[in-house]
């Protein structure tokens, strides 16, 4: 009983939980905004910079404004974080099993990660500043137009499959490595419907720094924006480890220590294809956005489930 | 919907440069705006009534920060022309020289500054990194990357050597190939081109009721420039072409602008190539015969107006500085009405704002006594004999 | 006709070369020759006309006349037998020191023109932040080159 409590501690607190989470979050920050230098002919931070950044927001005076409503704006960016580390806990990251599946855990992983996006429409709109409403209702504006086609194309493998759980699909892909290049388009219409759920150029209309200074976290300071900005950390590598668990096959049935380097290894593979992302376009406005996703995207996710449906049939 | 008011206030990550926008908003559409400037306003004007000419060359250098050389060189030819004084050929090509190596700095500014106000940082750094060539030209030209204190009353302070003609050629040449690339980025990266096609809708009938000048007048197809039409230093020997574009949009504007970064290398490489020969200027006594002038310089934002009188001493006895951003100003408000605010910071951008430059004080005097005042027809009857006395016929103009 | 990703080789390509960025301290660029940094002034060849006082746009540069040497002798007067000291200028040319206020100097180099004795000169420094205000005047003249 006790050594159960204590295993489920660890993993919810240690590993894959909270500590590795924030730390392989900011390594990936990291990564990222060297990747993103380096392609622009600088020279980018080194390594510790991220949790400089963290540390420094920390010690820094929070202020609330006056109007809005304390105990919902202080409580949020706790929410944004807890929601991220339940995800991973049903991604295989050691080895080629989570620490809990389930049939459906797909679902729910999805779930899960649009409660963030909810955190920062209501931390904008709780602020009472006409920046921060005007970008919180941007997120929800995104969220309709990029979470419909990154549902359906997640259904695609899991429809070939044939399972609704992580778990299963990897451990499917990992059985049936020739079936992977099926799924191609699905993994660029997820890549790119993930850019869109972390906010990143060309999608980060909700941020649009130039526009509407800093968006819903605008009144945002101090250790509760730190908290915010570590949750969009942790998001990435939870979106990057989906991605690589449903479409890449996840550890390819490595047991242990090399699964979690191979996982490891496509991380950063989709961390370098997202930098090379935010380097090479503008931010697009929000209607563009809108219009793009359902007149693109969505019939794309289409395509790959039809295709998946096709495949499943034949063999 | 209901409307709600953004200040984009004097403080924002947009601007460059203090200035308000009153937007009122319905949703992301804008349904009015008001514009306000004179954040940025410093009384230079009165500080050049008490300072001798030599000083007020660095005082109005320092009216902006990147087309420096065109206030000096303005304020330069206004007092030149008040004090009748005949500035030597090599000078004036000298001065022509550094303009042109001006207006590619300004130009390459401009297009980080765009890239950056539609989020596309990589666009700003790589512009910013080809500026560098044309900053270390400069540099080698006259001591400073920025503010070059190259002119003085009656010529320049510093002379072309063989090796820096030879360097400045070569980076011509590197910047030539970089500026192709950035045309084809420009019309062929399609986020570009959904920021920047039909935004900020001026047409040519307001571009020309407004005022404007520059590239904003000239991307709305009204063919403007002040070097063909008013040719002043040696701009009446060189062969160069004035860009203009009929998309009346932003788009028009950045075509514009990368456009007159190519004819900038040809006016560069045919300034160097025939530098006449001779002094780099004349002796000018310190008091300076009383007089009034005007200087008329196309700026890389646009037309600048400067106007000296002289009254005898060594102090001028009024300077009036008209900046190209003043003139463009009024068409900012008719671009942001009806467009969304996703497009307010671009569409300022696409003006090359330069709020320093701007800001002037304004007296309004209340009494009329002692005062006249011009009907139009007056004044355009005015205007054309100031022009026929230096052999120029006006008055065949459409009013 | 619209290429999208139309930077992707260049980006790639830069990933491999060298970033531009220089890092400074540790690397330092170097300056062209005449760049306009400090400047600098030779006292020794100062005849004290202050045209340079007069033509600079903000007043950064003061001239100060340096007490000259003086043949100096006492005598005991003849009557009352009090001790007189006297103090006679010696004759020769006068002697000045040039006071530059950094935190006023445009670094125009309008003074090194206007000298007509070419005492004044811009060097390269370009390094010259100080934590106090007093570090800001640059004192050339007097006894050598003294910074305070």
């Not at chain 3, 600098?40 to 060849?45: G, R, T, V």
Request: aromatic share 10%; proline share 5%; net charge positive.
């Amino acid at each position: 009983m006790v050594s159960e409590t204590l295993r489920a501690a660890f993993s919810l607190l240690v590993f894959p939980g909270l500590l590795f989470l924030s730390s392989f979050g900011m390594f990936s920050e990291w990564v990222d905004r060297k990747l993103y230098a380096r392609m622009q002919y600088r020279i980018g931070p080194p390594w510790f910079q991220p949790f400089a950044d963290f540390v420094k927001l920390m010690g820094k005076e929070v202020i609330i404004p006056e109007a809005a409503d304390e105990a919902l704006f202080k409580i949020l960016p706790s929410f944004a974080g807890a929601a991220v580390c339940t995800s991973i806990l049903m991604i295989p990251v050691w080895g080629p099993s989570s620490v809990y599946s389930f049939q459906g855990d797909l679902i729910a992983v999805v779930y899960l990660l649009t409660i963030p996006t909810v955190t920062f429409f209501l931390g904008g709109w709780s602020s009472t500043s006409p920046y921060a409403a005007i970008g919180s209702l941007r997120v929800l504006t995104q969220l309709f137009a990029y979470e419909v086609p990154l549902l359906m194309v997640v259904l695609g493998p899991a429809i070939l499959a044939g399972t609704w759980s992580i778990t299963g699909i990897s451990a499917f892909f990992a059985s049936h490595p020739a079936l992977l290049p099926v799924n191609l388009i699905g993994l660029a219409v997820s890549l790119v419907a993930l850019q869109g759920k972390l906010e990143r150029v060309p999608f980060d209309i909700p941020h649009g720094e130039t526009e509407i200074v800093g968006g819903a976290f605008t009144e945002y300071s101090g250790r509760l924006l730190a908290f915010f900005l570590l949750a969009t950390d942790m998001e990435m590598v939870v979106g990057a480890a989906l991605i690589s668990a449903v479409f890449l096959g996840g550890a390819m049935g490595l047991p242990g220590f090399l699964g979690f380097l191979l996982f490891v290894l496509k991380a950063v593979v989709i961390i370098f294809i997202l930098s090379a992302m935010r380097a090479l376009m503008a931010r697009i406005r929000i209607e563009q956005m809108i219009s793009f996703c359902w007149k693109i995207l969505a019939p794309l996710s289409l395509l790959q489930v039809l295709i998946d449906l096709i495949v499943k049939g034949t063999i | 919907m209901s409307k709600i008011t953004i200040p984009l206030g004097p403080q924002h990550p947009a601007l460059k440069e203090p200035g308000n926008f009153m937007l009122v908003l319905e949703g992301e559409q804008i349904v009015g705006a008001t514009v306000r400037l004179g954040y940025n306003h410093r009384g230079i004007e009165k500080a050049c009534e008490d300072r001798s000419f030599i000083q007020n060359l660095y005082l109005i250098e320092r009216v902006c920060g990147i087309c420096s050389h065109s206030h000096t060189t303005c304020f330069c030819m206004a007092t030149e022309d008040a004090a009748k004084i005949e500035v030597p050929k090599r000078a004036q090509a000298i001065r022509v020289l550094v303009g042109e190596l001006e207006r590619v700095h300004s130009h390459l500014l401009w297009l980080g500054v765009a890239g950056h106000e539609i989020g596309f940082d990589t666009l700003f750094m790589y512009a910013w990194k080809d500026r560098e060539q044309v900053l270390d030209c400069l540099e080698m030209i006259s001591g400073n990357r920025v503010h070059y204190a190259l002119n003085t009353i009656g010529g320049v302070r510093r002379d072309i050597t063989l090796e820096q003609k030879a360097e400045i050629l070569k980076r011509m040449d590197i910047l030539e190939e970089r500026t192709q690339y950035y045309i084809q980025l420009a019309t062929q990266e399609p986020t570009v081109l959904a920021r920047a096609r039909g935004v900020g809708h001026l047409p040519t009938e307001e571009a020309k009721k407004r005022g404007a000048v520059g590239p904003t007048a000239r991307a709305s197809n009204v063919p403007f420039d002040v070097r063909k039409d008013d040719p002043y230093l040696i701009y009446n020997e060189l062969d160069f072409k004035v860009i203009t574009s009929d998309s009346c949009d932003v788009f028009g504007r950045l075509v514009v602008r990368v456009f007159e970064l190519l004819e900038s290398f040809k006016l560069i490489r045919q300034v160097l190539n025939n530098l006449p020969e001779g002094p780099i200027s004349v002796k000018v006594p310190r008091k300076l015969p009383a007089g009034e002038g005007v200087g008329h310089y196309e700026a890389p934002r646009g037309e600048d107006i400067h106007y000296v009188r002289t009254n005898g001493t060594e102090k001028p006895e009024r300077v009036k500085v008209r900046a190209p951003t003043l003139a463009n100003f009024s068409s900012i408000a008719y671009m942001l009405e009806g467009g969304y605010l996703a497009d307010v910071p671009i569409v300022i951008a696409a003006i090359d704002p330069c709020f320093s430059c701007t800001d002037r004080a304004l007296s309004i005097s209340t009494s009329t006594e002692g005062g006249y005042s011009l009907s139009w027809e007056d004044l355009r009857k005015m205007g054309i004999e100031f022009y026929r006395s230096r052999g120029l016929d006006f008055s065949r103009i459409a009013k | 006709m619209v290429r999208p990703a139309k930077m992707l080789k260049e980006l790639m390509g830069s990933l491999c070369t060298e970033p531009i960025t220089v890092r400074y301290p540790y690397q330092k660029l170097k300056m062209p020759p005449k760049y306009r940094g400090r400047i600098s002034c030779k006292a020794e060849l100062c005849v004290g006309c202050r045209l340079c006082v007069r033509d600079c746009p903000s007043g950064a540069i003061q001239i100060v006349q340096l007490p000259g040497e003086k043949y100096q002798f006492a005598y005991r007067s003849l009557l009352g037998g009090k001790k007189v000291n006297v103090q006679i200028e010696k004759p020769g040319k006068k002697k000045f020191k040039a006071v530059i206020d950094l935190g006023k100097c445009l670094f125009c180099a309008q003074c090194v023109e206007t000298c007509p004795r070419k005492a004044l000169s811009e060097t390269e420094d370009y390094e010259l932040a100080a934590l106090t205000k007093d570090c800001l005047f640059r004192t050339y003249g007097g006894d050598g080159k003294t910074e305070k």
